[in-house]
């Protein structure tokens, strides 16, 4: 098992470079560069000569060939996932992910073949982030510090508050992307173009759709911080002895300290692509660290759903899985190859 989870790990980490690939053909405009697909220009793919990856073209060819790369990539984690890993809403949650990869690249090729219309273009951003977030929670749930249940002196905390909180903030900053995307895709980028007061005020002197969008991105990124900021506090006031806890929340504080400063680069040097591409691809580590958090408050709900099924013990001679420690926990140890085995007295049926 611990080779799926390094495995889910580096295909998590894929998908932040396809988001990166991603977002440097918008800040770049070269959506359309290649105006076919699946083809290049009429080549295959794969094939297309690396001499014609000049100006746009190299931004979206790269970025389609990440995607294919991804796509690959998560065929194999989902057959993976289903063969080696018994909890059966974990083999779904594989699939899912195939499924979602694959509808991304569908919805990928139709921003091409229908000109960049706002709508399927924000749709693919926002299901990027969503294919992220399956295949972080496929990492989070294949590792051994979730799985294990040896420790039982100390149980997975179980905060309803908590988790109502961390799970309000991960749905505010995947909103706020939603906003961000919105932003990006209605050329309404620089319709505020001072920063952090608009246009000298503290609300705008005049409305138009697009600066009405851009303002409430402004207003989104108030609203994740002081979410975060609750969250954070929450854990350090309540939680302060679990660092399964802590770390997220505050890696958190930081992430969205920077994602702010970047807002404000993004305004101040007039969308520069670059500075453009690493503010989306630090939205998406705040949703990734956010998400994190919520899994492990949602930890101990989650672990009742395969409490019968053996993820910490090795396996017996015969094949048979033994089961749980938290089932044993529940006074069932008899059911169990490897505990003791009553005596039986010569002549009595086993």
């Known amino acids: 098992m611990i080779w799926l989870h390094r495995y889910a790990k580096l295909v998590a980490a894929s998908t932040i470079l396809l988001i990166a690939a991603g977002g440097m053909v918008t800040s770049t405009g070269s959506g359309l560069s290649v105006p076919d ?5 009429g080549w295959f793919m794969f094939s297309f000569p690396a001499s014609k990856w000049v100006g746009g073209i190299l931004y979206e060819h790269s970025h389609r060939l990440i995607a294919s790369t991804v796509g690959f990539l998560t065929i194999i984690l989902a057959v993976w996932t289903w063969r080696v890993d018994p909890r059966p809403w974990v083999r779904t949650l594989g699939f899912a992910a195939l499924g ?19 709508a399927v273009s924000i749709g693919h951003a926002g299901l990027a982030q969503l294919f992220f977030c399956i295949t972080l929670s496929l990492a989070v749930f294949t590792s051994a510090s979730w799985r294990s249940r040896a420790a039982l002196d100390v149980p997975p905390a179980d905060d309803r508050s908590l988790r109502r909180l961390a799970a309000a903030t991960t749905l505010l900053v995947y909103v706020q992307i939603l906003l961000g995307a919105t932003m990006r895709h209605t050329n309404a980028g620089l319709a505020i173009p001072t920063f952090p007061l608009a246009f000298g005020h503290v609300l705008p002197p005049a409305w138009t759709s697009a600066i009405a969008i851009h303002f409430a991105h402004r207003v989104g990124a108030l609203l994740v911080t002081a979410a975060i900021f609750a969250t954070t506090v929450y854990v350090r006031v309540h939680h ?45 580590l705040v949703l990734g660290t956010s ?15 395969d409490s019968r099924v053996s993820l910490d013990a090795p396996h017996v001679a015969d094949g048979s899985a033994p089961v749980t420690s938290a089932f044993r926990a529940g006074g069932h140890v008899g ?3 490897d505990a003791p085995r009553p005596a039986v007295e010569k002549g009595t049926p086993a």
């Open 335 to 337: 059911l169990s190859s």
């Open 240 to 284: 302060a002895s679990r660092r399964e806890l802590v770390r997220p929340a505050m890696l958190l504080v930081v992430l969205v300290a920077a994602q702010i400063m970047l807002g404000g680069f993004v305004v101040w040097s007039a969308l520069q692509p670059t500075v453009n591409t690493i503010h989306v691809v630090n939205g998406a």
């Open 37 to 41: 697909w699946p083809n290049t220009y």
């Open 100 to 118: 979602a990869v694959i509808l991304q690249g569908l919805l990928g090729g139709m921003t091409v073949l229908l000109k960049l219309p706002p």
């Open 291 to 305: 998400l994190v958090l919520t899994l492990r408050s949602y930890r101990s709900k989650l672990l009742a759903a």
